[in-house]
């Protein structure tokens, strides 16, 4: 019996030994610290993407158009404020730039300032026509036959933006969000050409038109507007990083331009 109860107290000495040993009772485990990337620094990438330009045209070639028809006697039959059709075109054009930045970090927070360029051929073109004979003779006893002919365009080959950017790491991810100042170079061409054609009676026959034409074309104009969108970087080693991004310009020029554009790239962080 008292070699039973030996064994047992010293089976209960050695199991409480190595019960003293386990991080449990000594105070708890050890908790690892998190790792976050530093992304705190300046930075340099390039990037391509792809994108879609909105045009809005109605409107565009108001002011030619009245300017065409001061102290015209067709005016009495309101041409200046004919709807011409021009409305709004769509295209798609891909594209290719860079970046640099620099950022600011404070634990998991990251805010900081980037200038990005593409470099691509947004933009598009417009046409419409219209014609009217007038009800009545107008004041210089005619009856007249109006058509009016009216075109524009607008091509976008560079643009920068320059905006301010906020984002929260999440392990080696950085969503952020961006907003800020564009700027575009742009070639913008307007044209509006008038028929008028007059005659004794409403039902003719009508004399060969006499002809205005107005035109308005400008190169490497410089366009300017603002941005906005979304984007995550990660890092993949080192300084180096991905980039996935979507961004919002607005150009408010005499035609109304919107792009939007989904891009990648990869940078590096000193």
């Known amino acids: 019996m008292r070699r039973i109860l030996l064994a047992v107290i010293m089976l209960g000495a050695v199991s409480g030994a190595r019960a003293a040993d386990m991080p449990v009772l000594r105070g ?3 908790e690892v ?8 620094g300046f930075y340099v990438g390039g990037q391509g993407g792809y994108g879609s ?23 009495q039959m309101d041409v200046a404020n004919w709807n011409l059709g021009l409305g709004k075109v769509s295209e798609r054009s891909s594209a290719y730039g860079a970046f640099a930045g620099y950022n600011w970090q404070w634990d998991d927070v990251v805010v900081g300032v980037e200038a990005s360029y593409v470099h691509g051929n947004f933009g598009g073109a417009s046409v419409a026509s219209k014609e009217l004979v007038s009800g009545t003779a107008l004041s210089d006893g005619l009856f007249h036959d109006v058509r009016v002919d009216s075109s524009a365009a607008i091509r976008i080959s560079d643009m920068a933006t320059f905006r301010g950017r906020a984002g929260w790491t ?3 991810f950085l969503p952020y969000i961006f907003g800020g100042v564009a700027l575009g170079n742009a070639d913008i061409s307007r044209s509006v050409t008038v028929h008028d054609s007059v005659s004794t009676t409403i039902f003719g026959p009508f004399s060969a038109p006499a002809i205005l034409n107005a035109t308005d074309a400008v190169h490497n104009h410089l366009v300017y507007g603002y941005s906005g969108g979304l984007g995550f970087d990660v890092n993949l080693v080192g300084g180096l990083f991905a980039r996935a991004e979507w961004e919002y310009v607005r150009f408010t020029s005499s035609v ?5 554009t989904v891009r990648a790239g990869l940078g590096y962080k000193f």
């Not at 610290?33 to 705190?40: C, M, Y």
């Not at 108001?62 to 065409?68: K, P, R, V």
């Open 33 to 40: 610290p998190r790792s976050i990337p530093n992304w705190q």
């Open 170 to 172: 999440w392990g080696c």
């Open 256 to 260: 109304d331009t919107s792009i939007n």
């Open 28 to 30: 708890g485990f050890t």
């Open 53 to 75: 330009s909105d045009e809005s045209f109605s409107g565009s070639n108001a002011t030619l158009l009245a300017g065409l028809l001061d102290h015209n006697v067709i005016q």
